[in-house]
């Protein structure tokens, strides 16, 4: 909760707090349990009340307004007045002063920018449709693992839940796979801080649940051999705009949202780029298109707005699945799927000309993303590598006999 006084809020002892964290330090009156103080790095002060509901493990926080707004006599006469209420095992804020799960992160996911909303924030809240849409026959649920979790919690009030909640669901998330608890414990402990930070809880019960470690990063990148068989496959398979789709993946090291959401009017190909407007970082950013990947797009028809074109030339497609794993059948490549080709990409670029103009190329915010995630060094590559440098020094040769 952060620092707590020891002498009870007198005018003088207040205005002795000069300023507080960026998130608000607390102060705890001595001789009003429950009567706090929230100071902030700007040197706002904001009082507020807070109990426990008897019998329950329901907590409740009020703000009662600003200093400067309100006086310590008034602020401290409302926060008496209910923790009064309180104390005889009444409940005099109410469940309307602090919302229940399934209004708060429901009111906090719409608070989101567009992409979260697109991506895994929905299926992680359980807000997902319970029906595939994108599947024409036979459609299946979707993610009842996140939407059991938003059915049990939905009615309960935020401020009732304890770390065991979230132990709780350990098992079952962590029978999907050992990153799975890790990103929905931040996406849920996200909504509690942004709760806190609202000042309609005072902490947060998710901070003390430890997320499990994620998985070693994959480290499959294909060989030259193996991206040789790649093109001969692809370039013979069926559908050419999936065949794009591989070759981009291939030639660009462009993700694969990237590929599918790439339009005709994107690319110069005289010039050798795209403009891509929507990236992972929010920011336009150039993908470079090689001569040989110019020149397939090139003998591409136009059939619609995208690159990789599907049914409808309007819409983007949704994936190249089907066509990628008849690709790699044919390539008869084996625990390779289209992220590789990135990974490939960047190791290749990393080695022949940098860090910094991989990072640049992959349009990683950071040179620690690019390291980690993508750059895989071969064991034959680092073995030339230190042959290659043994060479640079003085040796003398040995004798022969």
Known sequence: MGKRSAKSFTERFIASIKTGAAKGTWFADRDLPGFVLRAYEDGSKHFA?????????IRRIKSL????????TEARAKAREILSAASLGGDPLGRDVVPTWGVWSERWYGRLDGKAKESF????LGLSPVMNRAAKVNPVETDPTFRGIR??????????????????????LR?????????????????????????????????KVKGDREPAPRTRVLTTEEQGRLVTATLADADPYAAAGVLIALFSGARRGEILALQWSHLDLEAGTAVLPDTKGDVPAVL???????????????????????RDPKKPRSDIKRAWERITRA???????????????TTELTRTAGLKVSQDATRHQSETTT?????????????????????????????TA
């Open 121 to 124: 924030h929905a299926r992680l």
């Open 331 to 345: 390539a008869d490549l084996v625990g390779v799927g289209l992220h590789s080709l990135r990974r490939t990409f």
């Open 65 to 72: 307004g600003t200093l400067g707004t309100v006086t310590l």
């Open 151 to 172: 059915a049990k919690w939905f009615n309960r009030p935020l401020d009732s839940f304890v770390p065991e909640d979230f132990e709780a669901e350990r098992a079952a």
């Open 371 to 399: 390291l980690r995630h993508y750059v895989h060094e071969s064991k034959e590559a680092t073995r030339d590598a230190i042959n290659v440098r043994a060479n640079l020094i003085p040796f003398p040769a040995a004798k």
């Open 288 to 310: 470079y298109i090689p001569p040989p990947l110019a020149e397939y797009l090139k003998s591409l028809p136009k059939d619609g707005l995208f690159v990789v074109a599907g």
């Open 49 to 57: 009340v807070r109990y426990r509901v008897k019998g329950t493990r």
């Open 175 to 207: 029978a999907k796979g050992k990153a799975v608890f890790t990103r929905w414990r931040a996406v849920v402990h996200a909504a509690f801080e942004a709760a806190v930070t609202s000042e309609i809880i005072d902490r947060n019960p998710v901070a």
